[in-house]
């Protein structure tokens, strides 16, 4: 079965730090882009950061560059969020999500999400 499972998730003070994993299995990791959505109370769904698989081409949100790293192990087909600075306003359910570089390969598929919450 297609899984998509987040963890790293949880309270940490403003200016602290958060690594976010996301383990990947039943698809083809390798074929796929990596990208990390968040969803704050109020607002809509957000793509933060995304990573293509042969070029390891990334993008962030302006909201987060400079202080959000996105990374990835094929070997170990799992996907990263490094999360520096930490803001009152990162506070959001992180979802992993995979799509193929071409939409006829196949379809996207979405994590469970982690809560990230940055409170003093």
């Known amino acids: 079965q297609v899984q998509l499972v987040e963890s790293g998730g949880g309270l940490v003070q403003p200016g602290g730090s958060l690594r976010l994993s996301c383990a990947a299995s039943?698809?083809?990791?390798?074929?796929?882009?990596m990208n990390w959505y968040r969803q704050a109370p109020g607002k809509e769904r957000e793509l933060v950061a995304s990573i293509i698989s042969t070029s390891r081409t990334t993008n962030y949100a302006d909201s987060v560059k400079g202080r959000f790293t996105i990374s990835r192990d094929n070997a170990k087909t799992s996907v990263y969020l490094q999360m520096n600075s930490l803001k009152p306003e990162d506070t959001a359910v992180y979802l992993c999500?995979?799509?193929?570089?071409?939409?006829?390969?196949?379809?996207?598929?979405w994590g469970q999400g982690t809560q990230v919450t940055v409170s003093s």
């Open positions: 999500n995979a799509e193929p570089v071409l939409a006829v390969w196949g379809p996207s598929y």
């Open positions: 039943g698809f083809t990791f390798s074929r796929y882009a």
